[in-house]
């Protein structure tokens, strides 16, 4: 019986932030076939390195996994943001400076978990949902330095990726400006199930989901 994993953070964990609506899990296992199953592992606020806590949980039938993680990798450097700087240089050098530290983490988890040689699709982070047009704008630029590294892992590596910034494009996709709502989890509920039925996991080669 096929069992999929869900690995990460709140994208995945949602029940908080939902109320009485079906969170991604729920929506899940109501979308694939009847004799799959499906697990969440993942765990609202945690960060890249949380996640070998999770891989210790997998249950021994796991037979695919999906990882969406560095949302809150992204938000612990927010401050960057706000800091004083003397020239437009010294901005990138501090923004390539978290790009290689992101990199260096996100590309041991992921190594990590290859080595278990399950199925495996990985999620961008999706875009946030700020009221305020500058603050939303600056949002979007800062985590492109943060997508590029998911994105490139993916082709890297040959596994499928799913684009949470093509999936969730709604105001209404979010509970708040940066969680899923019910609608949104049901589009990323949509894009795992695609991936996991749509793509052919005993080839190595990326193929985009959303």
């Given at each position: 019986m096929p069992h999929i994993v869900l690995l990460g953070d709140s994208i995945f964990d949602n029940a908080t932030y939902v109320g009485e609506d079906p969170d991604v899990i729920t929506?899940?296992?109501?979308?694939?076939?009847?004799?799959?199953?499906?697990?969440?592992?993942?765990?609202d606020g945690n960060k890249v390195d949380d996640v070998y806590a999770q891989l210790e949980q997998l249950p021994k039938d796991t037979t695919h996994l999906v990882l969406s993680i560095g949302g809150n990798d992204a938000l612990c450097c927010i401050g960057i943001l706000n800091e004083?700087?003397?020239?437009?240089?010294?901005?990138?050098?501090?923004?390539?400076?978290l790009r290689e530290d992101?990199?260096?983490?996100?590309?041991?988890?992921?190594?990590?978990?290859l080595s278990l040689k399950l199925p495996t699709a990985l999620c961008t982070i999706y875009n946030p949902n700020y009221p305020e047009s500058t603050y939303q704008r600056i949002g979007v630029t800062a985590l492109t330095i943060f997508n590029d590294v998911i994105i490139r892992q993916a082709f890297q590596n040959g596994i499928p990726l799913i684009d949470l910034r093509l999936t969730?494009?709604?105001?209404?996709?979010?509970?708040?400006?940066?969680?899923?709502?019910?609608?949104?989890?049901?589009?990323?509920?949509?894009?795992?199930?695609?991936?996991?039925?749509?793509?052919?996991?005993s080839k190595r080669y990326t193929q985009v989901f959303y």
């Open positions: 929506q899940l296992r109501m979308k694939v076939p009847e004799n799959w199953n499906a697990s969440l592992k993942a765990i004083k700087v003397a020239s437009s240089a010294e901005v990138f050098i501090k923004l390539a400076n992101f990199e260096q983490q996100y590309q041991k988890l992921l190594q990590s978990i969730c494009n709604e105001a209404t996709d979010y509970a708040n400006p940066i969680e899923p709502s019910c609608a949104g989890g049901e589009k990323i509920v949509n894009a795992i199930v695609n991936a996991v039925l749509e793509h052919n996991f």
